[in-house]
């Protein structure tokens, strides 16, 4: 029984994630998530007990997709520039967009302190953080290094995934992408010196 009950919230689960995904959640109450997914209110209470920790478990599902793409990608990568063009490819395949969507959504509701978002807080910097420093350092950056330039990858990421949800300007964001990959993988004592201009000619 208890695993049949188990399946049977899993299933209702991945319905409330597709749904959420294509609609967001903001303006919908429990009982309108409900009618949406084909159950009732009571059933959803009976299996996350309310809106907010259905929240909370959807916040979880989207960042363990993306965390369990990148830890994939990184272990099955030739190189990190490799690694680093897959992976924008995949977050930014048009099939993710409603999940990438829902996901600054609730980014959104966590700069109001939501108190359903208090582990996304905790986690959608530090969970990604520390596998790209990991990675980084294994390929010889030096760990200060590593932390500064983990933290702009999250960083930048995210800001080209909000300008392509915008623009839909798949070219020069996917150019833009592939250049920031090339700066950031620089060497360690490779930054880029400004430019001097030349002698005049005598």
Known sequence: MAAEAGRARDALFDRCVAYLEETGFSHLSLREIATGVGTSHRMLIYHFRSRDELLAEVVERIDAVQRDALAD????????????????????????????????EIYAHALYDRPWTAQFRASV??????PLVDVLVE?????????????????????????????????????ASDLFTRLLLEPADGYLQPSRKAPDPD
């Not at 990184?74 to 829902?102: G, N, V």
């Not at 910097?125 to 520390?130: E, G, K, M, V």
């Open 73 to 104: 990608l990184m272990s099955t990568a030739r190189d990190l520039p490799e690694a680093s063009r897959l992976f924008w490819q995949r977050i930014s395949d048009p099939a993710l967009a409603p999940a990438t969507r829902l996901f600054f």
């Open 125 to 130: 910097i530090t969970a990604w953080r520390q």
């Open 139 to 175: 390929h010889g950056y030096p760990p200060a290094e590593a932390e500064r330039r983990a933290r702009l990858g999250v960083a930048a990421t995210r800001g080209l995934l909000l300008d392509l949800l915008i623009s839909d300007d798949r070219k020069t964001v996917d150019a």
